[in-house]
Each structure stands twice: as C-alpha cells, then as structure tokens.
C-alpha cells in the first residue's frame, strides 16, 4: 500500500530555563493510504508533541525539530517555509484536538469557522463553500445544518461539538486526519459514536488517520496498526493483534495489563510501578529499565536494537534480540 | 431585546436619583456656604441672598425643589456667577471638552490596542518590553507632568505646536497627546495580557492547523475574544475624558467643563456642584450601559435579554 506520511527519525527538543528537554528521540513510522495507526503512551511520553511536529505546530521558541524528517508523499515537511506549511494545513494533513468545548472560537458561528477553512485553500465561491460545509456536516451527523449553520459552538453539546471539529477538519478532504486523543473529553456513550464516525468516514473518504490516544479500549475499537511510545521513543509497534494478543515488550504488557477488567475485581487493577525518566537527561539504556521487571544490565548500559518479530511487528528490547534466540539455542 | 433596555432605562433613573440625593446630602453636610466668604456682606445682604436662593428654608424642601428642577433639565442660576446658569455653562463647556475627549479617545483606543497586540505577539521580545516600558511609563508620569514637557519641548523649544488655546486642530495635538498617554498606556496593557491568554487557547491552536494566515488569526480570532477587558474599562474611562479633565484644561487654557467640577466645589456653588455631578453621573452611566450593549455584539455567549422559558 501506498505510504502517505513517513516520519524517520524525528527529533524534537525544548529549550527550558531547566535545560534541553528532549520529547521526542528519534521517532519513526510510516502511515499508509487509508489506514488507522494508534499511537498509544502515558501522559508526557511525546505522542502528542510528534503528532505537533508533523503539522509544525510546536510552539517554537521553545519547541524545535532537531532532526529528522516528516514526508508527506515524498515531499519533506520539515524543510518547508512557513507560507508553504500553511497550505499544507487544514488541506492536506488536518488535526483534531483533544477538548472540543475548547476547540472552537466561541465568539464566531460554527458555519464560519468552517467556511473559513475551505475559503483559505480552495478557489470557490462562499456560496459553494457554504453547500460544502452543509454536505459535510451532514455528513458527521449535525441534524438540520441549515439551520445549525448560524449557531454558535455555546448552543451544542459536547459530542456535537467533536462532531464539528471533525466536519472542520475533513471539509477539504485532507489525506491525513491526525486525531490528539479525539474522544478522551467525552464520555463513553458519546465516545462509541465518535469513534464509529471515524470508520464510517474513513471507509466513504479513505482518509488516512492517526489517532493518538492512552486509552487502549479506543485503540481496540478503531486501530489497524499500533506503535506504542515510551520516553520519546516507539518502543513496540505492530499490527492491532499482534500487539494486543503477543505483546513483546514489558512496558506494552504492563499497559495491557494495567486496563481495567469488567471480570475481575477492582482490587486485581495492575499499574506500573515506578515514574517514567527525566527527559532532561534520558538514560543511555533503555528508558524503561528501571520500571521494569526484567531488565538485565546490558538494558541499563545500551539502548536496544529494533528486533523485527513479524512484517509488522517490531520491538526495541534486549529480550527479543535474536542474540539471546541464538544464546538459548546454544544452551539447548 | 427591548424588554432589557426598557428595564436598564429604568434602573438607570433610580441610580441616577440616588446620586443626586447623595450628592445634594454631602454638600450640604459640608461647612461653609456661598456667601461666608472673607468679604465683609451685611447681613442683611446675606439674608437677603439666602433668601433669593431659597437657602433659608429647612434642606428637605430645597431638595424637593432641586428634584423637581432636574426632572425639567433645569440645573438653574450659578450662585457665583450670577449672570450664567448651569445649562449655559455647561453647553458651553462640554462641547470643548466633548471635542478633545472624543479625539483623545480615538487616539488612546487605537494605539493602545495596536500597542498591545504589538506587545502580545512578540512576546519576551525587545519590542515587548519597548512597548511595555512606554505602557509604564505613560501610567506612571502624571500628565500634567507630561504636558508641561510637551509644551517646553515641541512649543517653546522647537516652536512647531502652538503653547496653548484651543482654535485648530494644531491647537488639539500636545493636549491631546498629553492627555491619551494615560489611558493608552492602561489599554495596552490590558490588551496584552489578554491577548497573550487567548493566543493559547485551544481554538487558535485549531484555527492554526486550519492553515489561517497569522493575520486572520489575530484579528479574526483572537482579537475579539481579547477585548472584552479592554471595553470594561472604557465604560469609565470615556466617562471620565468626556467630561473634560481640569489639569490639562487649565494648562492649556482650553475652555472646557473640567474647572466647573473643581471650583464649584470650593466656592460652595450649590447648583454648579449639583449640575456638574448630575452631568457626569448621566454621561457614565450610560457608557456602562454601552459597554453592556458590546458585551452583548463582542460575545455571543452574553445574552441581555432573559430566554424565553429559563
């Protein structure tokens, strides 16, 4: 399949009075044309500030991309000028943020602030773009668009409001939805239908979307492929099964592990001990050693290689090194 | 709608009512009168002037005979200038002080907020403290310190203003510079910290990834959320700059209503004090009834009238 958005070995720091905080270290996935890629890490992992960088977002000062680049069919984002970004935005790569009660200018109609968007990037007339807006709004499921049109975000609900900000996002039918944990403000009724909506919009639009997340039920329900970030770094990334029913790296079975379970009691709930690393200084080895329940000494002295399982299916973690394969079977 | 400013209209005279009952109680409850000045009147005079301004009878009949004047627009005679009456010199004096106020306001307003939004986007910067050190500044140095300055600068040194008067438009540049400094420096301010508080609001980051140009973003939306602050404060300080300023009248010999405000006071003159208290007292009154007007056009998550059926 055609690959829409390749991020390789992304970098990106921030200056603070502390020091260089370094978020996101060396990252890299691709994303294919129609697919759904979930990115999933505890809070402060970098997920949010990749998905940042992609569009050039970060704000900078303080935030910077030291390195890397982000493709977008074939063309490098990162070396683009500002102007030129701006045309990239909204029309090509489109973002969703977190809290939709926030998200929108609560001083302008929402119709407006859809119109907008599709005045900036395309050459048509506000009459063509108004029928846009209404098609797509429809199309997200706002009952009675004319009408709602002239309202302003105040008068909608929460999930309304979501609803909203994916119409924004998607009226000029953008190649990339990149999705900052897009239903984590909603509850969970509200939470199924938004999440449905991105399938059924995926399958009519065969956009590609990047979700981001910390709630693996979400990822679950909508995920194709899942990369799972720990301290900046993708740590384990493969296909939905095989991260759900193999998981390779300790830190991925003690965030499966760590779900709550309808069938077992509250008191069986298995967090993971211990605090992710100081980003100010992350540790030469691998930054989940410390946390974790296996970590031998080389894990504390040198980052692990990437150790392919499967296709898909990829881990950094000494345990998988086909080195330790080849010891076992020495053994034997 | 007109359900509100009905009601508002409403509020607004009963509030009215308890200033002049105020003001009218305080004056009189301060020592001295018109007429015990150190010249000597007989005091049969004096009686007899009392008597003429019906300053002899008990103080509620004469505050019962002020109600009824003010209810007819009649602020009635000056006592120490005893050929004016109240609506003369006021209808002579607010216009003057009308025309370097709105001029004064239009200068404060723009430049504040362009200095403001200035400050906010380059914010940390060199220009962000240049904008602020002036914003500073122009609260801290008083401005009839400012217009002295002013006048000893550009009038007397370099001679390119005229020192004082009020006659063309060049007379209205060094006091209306002297006197927007102040309130410019206050809108600059508040327009900076607004702004920088809304430019990281999650909408602006949204209206970002939209692919808006920096422009759009500031003025379309950022803009309007941020000056809400700014408009609370106009309410008072236009009030305030409409009514004409004594200092900056009396420095540059404008002849404005600013003087009525302070020599009635201290020449006891019952009906010029009343007068002007009443006058200013409208004027800001209704500028907070604007200002709750544009609250309403500014956001729409404001609503003036009660919904029907909440």
């Not at chain 1, 990239?88 to 609560?106: C, E, H, K, W, Y």
């Not at chain 2, 801290?140 to 390119?160: D, E, G, K, R, Y």
Request: with cysteine.
């Amino acid at each position: 399949m055609e690959k829409v958005l390749e991020v390789k070995d992304l970098h990106v720091t921030f200056t603070t009075y502390g020091g260089e905080v370094k978020a996101v270290r060396g990252v890299s996935f691709d994303l294919l044309k129609g697919e759904t890629l979930a990115i999933v890490g505890e809070s402060g992992c970098g997920k949010s500030v990749t998905s940042q960088s992609i569009m050039r977002l970060i704000p900078s000062p303080p935030g910077r991309i030291a390195g890397g680049a982000v493709l977008f069919k074939g063309q490098d984002l990162t070396k683009l000028k500002e102007s030129e970004m701006r045309n990239v935005r909204g029309a090509d790569i489109s973002m969703i943020f977190q809290d939709p009660m926030t998200a929108l200018n609560p001083t302008i109609t929402i119709g407006e602030q859809i119109i907008e968007g599709i005045m900036q990037h395309e050459m048509i007339s506000r009459q063509d773009a108004r029928k846009k807006t209404l098609e797509m709004l429809d199309l997200v499921g706002i009952p009675n668009p004319v009408e709602r049109l002239k309202h302003y975000p105040h008068q909608f609900s929460g999930g309304m409001r979501q609803r909203i900000v994916i119409a924004m996002a998607l009226v000029c039918e953008p190649e990339v939805l990149i999705a900052d944990e897009p239903t984590t403000a909603l509850d969970v009724t509200i939470q199924a239908q938004i999440l449905d909506l991105f399938k059924d919009i995926q399958r009519k639009t065969g956009v590609s979307i990047m979700i981001i997340t910390h709630d693996l039920g979400v990822v679950a329900q909508v995920a194709d492929r899942i990369a799972v970030m720990y301290a900046g770094k993708i740590v384990e990334a493969g296909e939905r099964r095989e991260i759900f029913y193999n998981p390779q790296h300790p830190y991925t079975k003690g965030l499966l592990n760590s779900v709550p379970r309808l069938d077992l009691d509250g008191a069986d709930l298995v967090p993971i001990g211990g605090s992710p690393p100081d980003l100010f200084s992350p540790p030469a080895g691998c930054p989940f050693a410390a946390r974790c329940d296996f970590a031998m000494e080389v894990c504390d002295r040198v980052y692990p290689y990437k150790t392919h399982l499967s296709r898909e299916h990829h881990v950094d973690c000494w345990l998988q090194d086909e080195r330790a394969q080849k010891m076992l079977a020495g053994i034997k | 709608m007109t359900g509100y400013i009905i009601k508002r209209l409403f509020a607004m005279i009963v509030t009215l009512w308890f200033i002049i009952t105020l003001t009218f109680f305080l004056m009189h409850s301060i020592p001295g009168s018109p007429f015990n000045e150190e010249r000597n009147t007989s005091e049969a005079v004096q009686r007899n002037l009392e008597k003429f301004y019906h300053l002899d009878e008990p103080l509620y009949v004469q505050y019962g005979m002020y109600l009824k004047s003010v209810v007819t627009f009649d602020f009635g005679p000056s006592i120490k200038k005893s050929s004016q009456t109240v609506n003369e010199m006021l209808g002579r004096g607010f216009p003057v002080s009308f025309e370097l106020g709105i001029v004064t306001l239009i200068v404060a307003v723009f430049s504040g907020i362009a200095l403001g939004i200035i400050a906010a986007l380059r914010h940390n910067g060199i220009i962000d403290y240049l904008a602020m050190t002036i914003a500073v500044l122009g609260i801290s140095v008083p401005n009839f310190v400012l217009a002295t300055l002013l006048i000893q600068q550009l009038a007397v040194n370099l001679t390119i203003l005229p020192v004082a008067t009020w006659s063309s438009p060049k007379h209205m540049i060094l006091p209306t510079l002297a006197l927007a400094t102040g309130p410019m420096a206050i809108i600059a301010r508040l327009t900076r910290s607004s702004m920088l508080e809304v430019l990281t609001q999650d909408y602006i980051k949204t209206a970002k990834a939209k692919g808006l140009s920096p422009v759009k973003i500031v003025f379309k939306h950022a803009l309007r959320n941020a000056l809400l602050p700014v408009v609370t404060v106009l309410g008072s300080l236009a009030a305030s700059i409409l009514t004409g300023t004594f200092v900056i009248e009396k420095i540059f010999a404008i002849p404005g209503m600013g003087k009525y405000f302070v020599e009635s006071i201290n020449t006891r003159d019952y009906p010029v004090i009343m007068g002007t208290t009443v006058f200013y007292s409208t004027i800001l009154i209704m500028m907070l009834f604007l200002v709750d007007i544009a609250y309403g056009v500014l956001d729409p998550r404001i609503k003036l009238h009660k919904k029907e059926g909440s």
